[in-house]
């Protein structure tokens, strides 16, 4: 089945240490987006790809880095630059900006 | 990119009543969607209304957008408790989508 998947589903970060969650699709679809949601509230964009070695900021990239080396992969690293990173992240992609995106089922980050 | 506003922010309602949720929007679109997020999972698409398009339906799903106005509304008819979640608009007007906030939908059997 075709699908989108984000791991891992927990992760914890002590202070100053970079972590990175992985999303990866088999869907064959060209962008890829990273997300953050904090409780209550909507999603932000942190980062999105259109094509392979190719991205662009969203509204909230500081404190984060991606890659896009492959179509099916897109990291997303939480650096110690990242003030306040405990959070839940969403990775998703699309065919193109006409379609739906379908996203994973998320990574709960949280700093100890 | 702005977020959009939605409301209302949370609504309860009985098993088989209908639920209403509206949204706003600040710029011009090229589509707009909805979404729907159970506790802790990730969102799942809805339904797709494009620019040109003033209403649409999925199943008990009825999807209106006013351009004009910079607004849309998300109709569920005949309620069950499982549609309990979660419900966002996004509004795609260039490569990527903005999110609102959500209306929290709690159905009740």
């Known amino acids: 089945d075709g699908g989108i998947t984000q791991s891992p589903k927990y992760l914890f970060r002590k202070e100053g240490q970079n972590v990175t969650l992985s999303c990866e699709q088999n869907l064959n679809h060209d962008a890829m987006y990273w997300y953050r949601q904090d409780p209550g509230q909507g999603l932000r964009l942190i980062y999105y790809s259109q094509i392979v070695n190719d991205f662009q900021k969203g509204d909230i990239a500081e404190g984060y880095s991606v890659s896009r080396e492959k179509k099916e992969s897109f990291p997303l690293t939480v650096t110690s630059a990242q003030k306040n990173p405990t959070a839940f992240y969403l990775c998703a992609s699309s065919m193109a900006r006409e379609f739906g995106y379908t996203f994973g089922s998320g990574t709960r980050l949280t700093v100890v | 990119s702005q977020q959009g506003e939605e409301d209302p922010q949370a609504l309860s309602i009985q098993e088989g009543e209908n639920a209403t949720m509206n949204c706003s929007y600040k710029t011009s679109i090229n589509n707009l969607q909805w979404y729907r997020q159970n506790s802790g999972r990730g969102l799942v698409h809805l339904i797709l209304?494009?620019?040109?398009?003033r209403e649409k339906h999925s199943g008990r799903l009825r999807v209106t957008l006013d351009t004009s106005k910079k607004s849309s509304s998300l109709l569920i008819t005949a309620s069950r408790a499982a549609d309990t979640a979660s419900y966002f608009c996004?509004?795609?007007?260039?490569?990527?989508?903005?999110f609102g906030g959500g209306t929290r939908l709690m159905v009740k059997p």
């Open positions: 209304i494009r620019s040109n398009e």
């Open positions: 996004a509004n795609n007007a260039g490569n990527m989508l903005t």
